[in-house]
Nanobody, 122 residues
């Protein structure tokens, strides 16, 4: 069984930065792709960014491209999301997830973390 644990959320002013981290506990996920998703109040969950453990290939939603960076640390079995130039519309609960396929489709992710709150004040 895989457990994903997110950390690093909080309150930040618009224009500021936050770094989220996702730790995979229980097994290594070297054959998985990892993704970050978010859900704002009253809105559907949306894809943010994804990365493969093996090659480090990344892909971003247009709304965060150039501001967010996803990275992985194979030795620590963690995935990070560096978020810069934050906007109020980035507010939401951020979830880390693992999938056997490299996709932005949330329904194809097998494991999910509990989420961490990010609030950007304007």
């Amino acid at each position: 069984q895989v457990q994903l644990v997110e950390s690093g959320g909080g309150l930040v002013q618009a224009g500021g930065s936050l770094r989220l981290s996702c730790a995979a506990v229980g097994r290594t996920l070297s054959s998985y792709a990892m993704g970050w998703f978010r859900q704002a109040p009253g809105k559907e969950r949306e894809f943010v960014a994804r990365i493969t453990w093996s090659s480090g290939t990344t892909y971003y939603a247009d709304s965060v491209k150039g501001r967010f960076t996803i990275s992985r640390d194979n030795a620590k079995n963690t995935i990070d999301l560096q978020m810069n130039s934050l906007k109020s519309e980035d507010t939401g609960v951020y979830y880390c997830a693992a999938s056997r396929v490299f996709t932005e489709v949330g329904g194809l992710y097998n494991y999910w973390g509990q989420g961490t709150q990010v609030t950007v004040s304007s």
